[in-house]
Nanobody
Framework: QVHLVESGGGVVQAGGSLRLSCAAS????????MAWFRQAPGKEREFVAH????????STADSVKGRFTISRDNAKNTVLLQMDSLKPEDTAVYYC????????????????WGQGTQVTVAS
């Protein structure tokens, strides 16, 4: 049985930083393309960043480019999201997900999801 568990969320002032972690059981994350998505109240879930399994090539959404970095810690079987220069509009529940196939920026392409971790950025 696969479980993804996010942690590291919290409340931070604008301009601050947080690092989110996604730990897995029942799944070797280094063999999977993984992504972070987020969902703000009243909005659809949106892509944040992804990392390919084979090459560790990454991409980020334009809204977070240059501020957020996705990476892996294979020894700990985790995927990380370093978030710097946070803005109030980054406030959302952040989810990690394991890719099943298809477009890497589409939430429908992911079949395992964590429960999410809340990030709140105060202005």
């Amino acid at each position: 049985q696969v479980h993804l568990v996010e942690s590291g969320g919290g409340v931070v002032q604008a301009g601050g930083s947080l690092r989110l972690s996604c730990a897995a059981s029942g799944l070797i994350l280094s063999s999977r393309t993984m992504a972070w998505f987020r969902q703000a109240p009243g909005k659809e879930r949106e892509f944040v960043a992804h990392i390919f399994a084979s090459s560790s090539t990454t991409s980020t959404a334009d809204s977070v480019k240059g501020r957020f970095t996705i990476s892996r810690d294979n020894a700990k079987n985790t995927v990380l999201l370093q978030m710097d220069s946070l803005k109030p509009e980054d406030t959302a529940v952040y989810y990690c997900a394991a890719h099943a196939g298809g477009a890497v920026r589409a939430s429908s392409s992911y079949y395992y999801w964590g429960q999410g971790t809340q990030v709140t950025v105060a202005s």
